[in-house]
């Protein structure tokens, strides 16, 4: 007579099954997707198998079955770190079930046909503007430079967040917005403490400059009489 299984030995078996055929479907998937593409996972620590395929242009796709999926694999494109903060919040990186009873040369087309030509040009979208970004973050190192010799200082402590500079410059601290016009304020302590603010509008950089020059040449605290 058979013995019993557990429940433990049961969710043991039923894991150990789970893992196996995602790896064998991984597997066949991303042979089929073809040159380039390589498989990252299962991982066994994972209760439920999760794999993920990279691809020769820096794609990846993960595939799970949370929840069992009633047969059915689920696939979804992912953005590398990174690149998510300059996704475009309605843009799609594609998301699609597909039966596990496929093989993984019709798997590999879905892919191809269902879930890569949005994921592509999400992608493609998202490094676009991460590469405006990082020419825009070096132009507001420029101006935060050029603005703290202005203001008397010598760039140092500079921090940048939110594509806005905010510097400690002395006894001055000022913000610009990028690029070369937006809000600038510059503010400063006078007659004991009190904070004197001044803010402008569409400044050029030359205008900014000529502003912390003249706030830099002003005395900080002058004495009372």
């Not at 078996?13 to 196996?20: G, S, Y």
């Not at 991303?30 to 390589?38: K, S």
């Not at 475009?88 to 879905?110: E, L, M, W």
């Not at 992608?123 to 603005?147: C, G, K, S, V």
């Amino acid at each position: 007579m058979a013995a019993t299984e557990t429940y433990q030995e049961t969710a043991t078996r039923e894991r150990r099954e789970k893992h196996q055929a995602a790896d064998a479907a991984a597997r066949a998937i991303c042979a089929a997707l073809g040159d380039g593409w390589t498989l990252e996972g299962p991982d066994a620590s994972d209760y439920d198998p999760r794999v993920t395929f990279h691809g020769p242009a820096g794609e990846m796709v993960h595939m799970d079955n949370y929840g069992g999926s009633n047969g059915r694999w689920h696939l979804s494109g992912t953005l590398p770190q990174g690149l998510y903060n300059h996704k475009r919040y309605n843009d799609q990186t594609g998301d699609i079930t597909v039966s596990a009873s496929k093989t993984g040369a019709q798997i590999a087309r879905d892919i191809e046909r269902r879930l890569l030509p949005q994921y592509r040009a999400t992608l493609n979208t998202a490094r676009e503007r991460f590469a405006a970004w990082q020419q825009d973050q070096r132009e507001l190192t420029d101006i935060t430079d050029r603005l703290i010799v202005a203001l008397g200082g010598h760039g140092e402590a500079r921090e940048i967040r939110n594509g806005n500079t905010t510097e400690a410059a002395g006894h001055l601290a000022m913000s610009y917005r990028s690029p070369f016009h937006g809000e600038m304020s510059v503010s400063y302590a006078r007659d004991g403490g009190r904070t004197v603010q001044i803010k402008a509008d569409y400044l050029t950089l030359a205008e900014a400059e000529a502003v912390c020059r003249i706030l830099a040449a002003r005395p900080l605290r002058p004495e009372r009489e």
